[in-house]
């Protein structure tokens, strides 16, 4: 099985430490769009690749979907997910999910949440999912914005004047980013790739976000004003047609 950089001790403690982790969907800057644009949950068989700690798996649950199953490659975030969901009747896999065996028509949801930026094939996933949703099922992702990951280090310039570089905008490729303190590998990808993709595979576009920060964190959460600067995500709800 491939190696993940949440297994890392020294990582995955800091990570538990950041606010999406520890105030689950409530701390998740793009939870009040994201939210919004959900199909409704009732009596639905859903599927989370990348789940984390289950939070989008227990909200499903909660909101009345029939069976959940949650696929992730950290087995530390999956040991968290397993502890906070008992006896909700969540199924939680540790598998990397490219190698996950997608059953034929299983599902009527899959989500994915800051994930899919991290595998290197973006047509075969969507492969994937057109295969396990049912006939008219929703795929709902984000992935880091392709403004975001452009020019390779996602951070901010340290010339006397700061902003957020974009570079090489148009060259797909591998980038190696430092995230809490440990070097990680991602794909940067276009919007265009992003979109094109689904519509080849069978997909209708329903909804696009780029969201903003709300209101109330721009004034409360320091530095949060700086995320109106550029996009940090993208979040797409795709139907199978």
Same mark, same amino acid.
Request: glycine share 8%; hydrophobic share 35%; with cysteine.
């Given at each position: &099985?491939?190696?993940?950089?949440?297994?890392?001790?020294?990582?995955?403690?800091?990570?538990?430490?950041?606010?999406?982790?520890?105030?689950?969907?409530?701390?998740?800057?793009?939870? =009040?769009?994201?939210?919004?644009?959900?199909?409704?949950?009732?009596?639905?068989?859903?599927?989370?690749?990348?789940?984390?700690?289950?939070?989008?798996?227990?909200?499903?649950?909660?909101?009345?979907?029939? =069976?959940?199953?949650?696929?992730?490659?950290?087995?530390?975030?999956?040991?968290?997910?397993?502890? &906070?969901?008992?006896?909700?009747?969540?199924?939680?896999? +540790?598998?990397?999910?490219?190698?996950?065996?997608?059953?034929?028509?299983?599902?009527?949801?899959?989500?994915?949440?800051?994930?899919?930026?991290?595998?290197?094939?973006?047509?075969?996933?969507?492969?994937?999912? +057109?295969?396990?949703?049912?006939?008219?099922?929703?795929?709902?992702?984000?992935?880091?914005?392709?403004?975001?990951?452009?020019?390779?280090?996602?951070?901010?310039?340290?010339?006397?004047?700061?902003?957020?570089?974009?570079?090489?905008?148009?060259?797909?490729?591998?980038?190696?980013?430092?995230?809490?303190?440990?070097?990680?590998?991602?794909? =940067?990808?276009?919007?265009?790739?992003?979109?094109?993709?689904?519509?080849?595979?069978?997909?209708?576009?329903? =909804?696009?976000?780029?969201?903003?920060?709300?209101?109330?964190?721009?004034?409360?959460?320091?530095?949060?004003?700086?995320?109106?600067?550029?996009?940090?995500?993208?979040?797409? +709800?795709?139907?199978?047609?």
């Amino acid at each position: &099985m491939k190696s993940n950089v949440y297994d890392n001790k020294q990582f995955y403690d800091k990570y538990k430490d950041m606010d999406r982790s520890k105030k689950g969907l409530e701390g998740a800057g793009e939870w =009040h769009v994201l939210k919004d644009i959900l199909p409704s949950f009732h009596g639905k068989d859903v599927l989370d690749l990348g789940c984390g700690f289950g939070w989008h798996c227990r909200y499903a649950k909660q909101e009345g979907a029939n =069976h959940v199953v949650g696929i992730d490659l950290s087995k530390n975030m999956l040991d968290k997910a397993e502890e &906070m969901s008992v006896g909700m009747g969540i199924t939680y896999i +540790h598998q990397s999910i490219d190698e996950y065996e997608y059953p034929k028509a299983q599902y009527d949801i899959v989500l994915s949440s800051l994930a899919f930026h991290y595998l290197p094939s973006w047509s075969d996933i969507c492969k994937k999912v +057109h295969t396990t949703l049912r006939s008219g099922g929703s795929f709902v992702f984000s992935v880091e914005h392709p403004v975001f990951t452009a020019e390779g280090s996602e951070q901010w310039s340290s010339d006397a004047m700061e902003y957020w570089p974009v570079d090489s905008y148009f060259i797909e490729r591998q980038i190696e980013t430092v995230f809490l303190g440990e070097k990680v590998k991602k794909y =940067h990808r276009t919007i265009t790739t992003y979109v094109m993709e689904l519509l080849k595979q069978g997909f209708e576009i329903l =909804h696009l976000e780029e969201p903003k920060p709300a209101d109330e964190a721009v004034e409360t959460i320091e530095g949060m004003k700086d995320e109106l600067r550029r996009p940090m995500m993208l979040i797409i +709800h795709a139907r199978k047609k």
